[in-house]
C-alpha cells in the first residue's frame, strides 16, 4: 500500500529545476544603471515589481524608478553581478520556503508585518 501511495504522489521538482530566474541585463546610461529585463526577472519570481525594485534600493543604497518601459533605473554604477546577488538575496529571504525550499510562496501582510506563505508545504515564516 505504501509502494501504491509513492508511485502516485507527484514527483517535486528541486528549486533549481523550477525557478529559472535570467541573468540581470543591465547598461549604463551615463550615472544610471538601466536593468533592461527587470519586469521579466520579477515574472520568475513571481513578485511585484514595486516590492522587488524597493528591495533592490536597500540593498544597493541607492533610489530607483520603473520606467515607461518596465525597466528599472537605478542611480549609480552597478554591474551585473552586483543586481544578480541582491536578486538571489532576495529570493532567499522573499521567494523560497524557509522549511521545504520550494518557490511556491506568496507574501501576505498581517498587522503591518510581512509573513511568506508556503502553498507546498503550508509554512508560515516572517519575513
Known amino acids: 500500500m505504501l509502494e501504491r501511495g509513492i508511485e502516485q504522489a507527484p514527483d517535486i521538482q528541486p528549486e533549481s529545476d523550477r525557478l ?16 533592461e ?7 520568475e519570481l513571481s513578485r511585484d515589481p514595486d516590492h522587488v525594485l524597493k528591495f533592490l534600493q536597500d540593498e544597493l543604497g541607492t533610489s530607483a524608478h520603473i520606467d515607461e518601459s518596465g525597466r528599472a533605473r537605478l542611480t549609480g554604477d552597478f554591474g551585473a553581478r552586483r543586481i544578480r546577488d541582491a536578486i538571489r538575496t532576495y529570493t532567499d529571504r522573499y521567494v523560497l520556503c524557509s522549511e521545504c525550499g520550494l518557490p511556491d510562496t ?22
Open 20 to 35: 529559472d530566474i535570467p541573468d540581470p541585463e543591465v547598461r549604463q546610461e551615463g550615472h544610471v544603471t538601466v536593468f
Open 106 to 127: 506568496s507574501i501576505e501582510r498581517k498587522q503591518g508585518a510581512e509573513i511568506l506563505q508556503c502553498a507546498a508545504c503550508g509554512a508560515r515564516s516572517p519575513t
Open 37 to 43: 529585463n527587470f519586469q521579466d526577472v520579477c515574472r
